[in-house]
C-alpha cells in the first residue's frame, strides 16, 4: 500500500512539474517588463506577486514530501527503485525551475535597482524595504524573496505613478509644499513665494526654479487642503510618446 501510495504521489508531482514549469516560464517573462505595460497589466501586477509567492512555495512543499516518502518507504517497498528514480527526476526538475527563478531576478536587480534611483523622494521612501532586501540579495538565495522585493517596488511605483501625491520638501534652500503628477511632472511652492517644476530624467529628477508657475501650485495647492472650491487649475505639462520597441 505505501509503495502504491509512493508510486502515485510521484506521478502526482511530475504532472505538476511539468505544468507548472510551463508556466513559471511565462510568467516570470512578464513581471520585470516595466516600460511598457497594459491598463490589464497594471491591475495584475498585486494578482501576480501573490500568484508567484505560492508557486514557490508548492515547490518547497513537495519537495520536503517527495524526500519523506522516499525515506518512510524503505528498501523493501516494492518498486522502490523505480519510485525513488522518479521522485529524483522530480526534484531535479523542481531544482531547474528554481534556479531558472534565480536567473531571471539576478538579471533584473541591476534594472529593477537602476529604476529605483530614479524614483522621487516620497516613492523612494517607500520602496526602502524591497529596495534593502534586493540589495542584500545574492545568486544562490531564495528566488521568492528577490521576486517580491522586483514585484512590490513594481507594485508601488504603479499606485504612485496614478495618482496626485504631495509631499514636503526642502527646494531653494527652503521647505516647500510639492504636488507629484504621478511619475510624470511636480510643482513646488514656499511661504516666501520660490516656485518651481520637477522632471524625471535618466539621472533622476530635476527641478528648476519657475516663479511663473507660482499663482496656479498656490490654488492646487488650496484645493488639495479644501480651503477652495474645485476649480480648473493650468500647470504647464508636457507629454512625450515614445514608440514601443
Request: charged share 30%; proline share 3%.
Amino acid at each position: 500500500m505505501l509503495g502504491v501510495l509512493l508510486l502515485r504521489c510521484v506521478a502526482l508531482a511530475q504532472e505538476a512539474v511539468d505544468g507548472d514549469v510551463v508556466e513559471l516560464r511565462a510568467t516570470i517573462g512578464k513581471i520585470v517588463d516595466v516600460k511598457a505595460q497594459t491598463a490589464a497589466e497594471r491591475v495584475a501586477w498585486e494578482a501576480r506577486k501573490t500568484e508567484m509567492g505560492e508557486l514557490l512555495e508548492l515547490y518547497r512543499r513537495e519537495m520536503a514530501m517527495l524526500d519523506e516518502e522516499l525515506t518512510a518507504a524503505g528498501e523493501s517497498a516494492g518498486g522502490y527503485d523505480e519510485a525513488k528514480r522518479g521522485a529524483e527526476e522530480a526534484i531535479g526538475a523542481l531544482r531547474r525551475v528554481r534556479a531558472l527563478a534565480g536567473e531571471v531576478v539576478a538579471r533584473s536587480k541591476p534594472r529593477a535597482l537602476a529604476l529605483a534611483a530614479r524614483f522621487p523622494a516620497p516613492l523612494a521612501d517607500e520602496v526602502t524595504a524591497e529596495r534593502v532586501k534586493l540589495e542584500s540579495w545574492r545568486a544562490g538565495d531564495e528566488p521568492r524573496d528577490g521576486l517580491q522585493a522586483i514585484l512590490g517596488m513594481v507594485a508601488k511605483a504603479e499606485q504612485f505613478n496614478r495618482r496626485i501625491r504631495r509631499s514636503r520638501e526642502v527646494r531653494d534652500g527652503q521647505e516647500v509644499d510639492v504636488i507629484y503628477l504621478g511619475l510624470a511632472r511636480a510643482f513646488y511652492l514656499g511661504r516666501n513665494g520660490a516656485a518651481g517644476i520637477g522632471e524625471p530624467g535618466a539621472e533622476g529628477w530635476t527641478w528648476t526654479a519657475n516663479k511663473v508657475v507660482a499663482g496656479e501650485v498656490r490654488k492646487a495647492l488650496a484645493q488639495l487642503d479644501k480651503k477652495r472650491p474645485p476649480q480648473l487649475v493650468e500647470l504647464p505639462v508636457k507629454i512625450v510618446e515614445e514608440g514601443v520597441r
